[in-house]
């Protein structure tokens, strides 16, 4: 119930908890007790909007950043990361398989602040060895939606 | 000499009356920002592996005619299909028919079985397509009004008050459009115990079979004696969204099925082959497409009752398929000059219930294969609309 529950929370965070209950066949008052519970453990982490910042005009670049880094004793790579995600132009922090080692997404005005961010920032935190930045262009789809595609009903009125 | 095309134009061509949905649909054509829950066919596009074997069979040349009755592996699929998920056995070299549409599947049934002046017994409300059919094959329908009391269900006394000599098949369509109804163990037993007292063919229309929300769909094929005098007709429009694909089949006694091949082959050649591939990936990697889908109607369809129950309309909870049939007697007015009305007036666009038949006067048909916001939004101009009733 939880799953299905977050589901459809996740797929469209206005949802009424008594929609969800009507459509689940259960009751409001259970629907918000388990949505309170996951606020409350942390597996509801917020309600956020997917906006398409390129409509309003807003310029900003964003970057994925590759980042090497020699693991700390007894920490891993959690110290590094940690770190990183003090920063408020981070959006993403992940740590990967492959070839280098933290993934980081960051987001700032223009490319002189991403640069800036990498060499005076990133790169001078303690077991960072190397960085390899790549800009975005464009973006085709994010949190399950695609982009630019306004949803129309396809189908014929056929019976 | 001047040409007279009434001279050429057949009576039992002309008769056919165009269907109350089709005028209805035409209104709605011309109107703007209407909210409407009309559509019967799913509100998903078809999952994108089916498309891709599609795609991927164009891509490797397979743009030829199939064998007549439909790529051998695509009939083992449907016998496969048919055995894992509904208890059913039939040979895919002989009891299978892939054609265009579980449409093509009904009419075949018919044309190979009916003689001119054969009765073909139809429970209404139904789908709107049997009538027109049964008479083209030369059959005289006899319509059999079905009852809200009993949720449109077909009875035992029904069916044997109207049985004549004359009776050469019934036609059961269940899960049904218009009414979301269903036929379980019980009534299904008590129709096959007056069916094995006579001669008459059954086809079963199944098409809605993977959409049942209680227990899972029983075939009147399955029943006792019932095997060999059932043709079943079947497709992959509902339970895999593929309404545009055009992919069907029956499933039906070699007897039957020879009969039916032939007329077929004859005006069909073999159906789709893109279909067909595409057909057979959703056979062999959709039961969980299925299962996906069948589990968003119903989360929908409690909300779409429990809204229209909450605004004042009494709906019964359906088992199946993506319809509610609402009641509107209770109004005062006719359902043609509800849905009309509501159209005008707010904008909605629901389906007016005698469309389907005679007994569905008084009802409307919504479809809920529609996103929960929309469903709202509809259910917010009806509300207005019957306060002002």
Known sequence: ?159 | MKFDVSKCLPSKITEIKPSGIRKFFDLLGEMKDVVGLTVGQPDFDTPWHIRNAGIRSLEEGHTYYTSNNGIMEMREEIANYQKRRFGLEYDAATEIIVTVGGSEAIDLALRALIEPGDEVIIPQPCFVCYEPLARLAGAVPITLDLSADNGFRLTADQLRSAITEKTKMLILAFPNNPTGSVLRRKDLEEIAEVLRETNIVVLSDEIYAELTYGEKHISIASLEGMRERTIIANGFSKSYAMTGWRMGYTLAPKYFTEQMAKIHQYGIMSAPTTSQYASIEALKNGDADIEYMKAEYEARRRLIVSELNRIGIETFMPDGAFYVFADLRKFGIDDETFCERLLYEHKCAIVPGSAFGESGRGFARLSYAYSPAHIHKAIARIEEFIKTL
């Open chain 1, 1 to 159: 119930m939880k799953e299905r529950i977050l589901a459809y929370l996740e797929k469209d965070s206005r949802i009424t908890s008594s929609d969800i209950a009507t459509m689940l066949g259960v009751s409001e008052a259970e629907v918000k007790a388990i949505i309170e519970e996951c606020e409350a453990d942390g597996t509801i982490l917020g309600y956020r909007t997917v906006v398409n910042w390129e409509k309003t005009g807003k310029n900003g670049v964003t970057a994925l950043i590759e980042l090497k880094t020699i693991p700390q004793r007894d920490k891993g790579f959690g110290s590094v990361a940690e770190c990183i995600c003090n920063f408020p132009e981070v959006k993403s922090v992940a740590l990967m398989s492959g070839g280098f080692d933290l993934a980081i997404t960051v987001e700032c005005a223009n490319m002189r602040d991403v640069a800036f961010f990498v060499a005076e920032k990133l790169a001078t935190i303690e077991g960072v060895t190397a960085t390899a930045t790549h800009f975005e262009l464009q973006i085709y789809k994010e949190n399950g939606v695609v982009y630019g595609t306004e949803k129309t009903d396809k189908r014929g009125n056929s019976w």
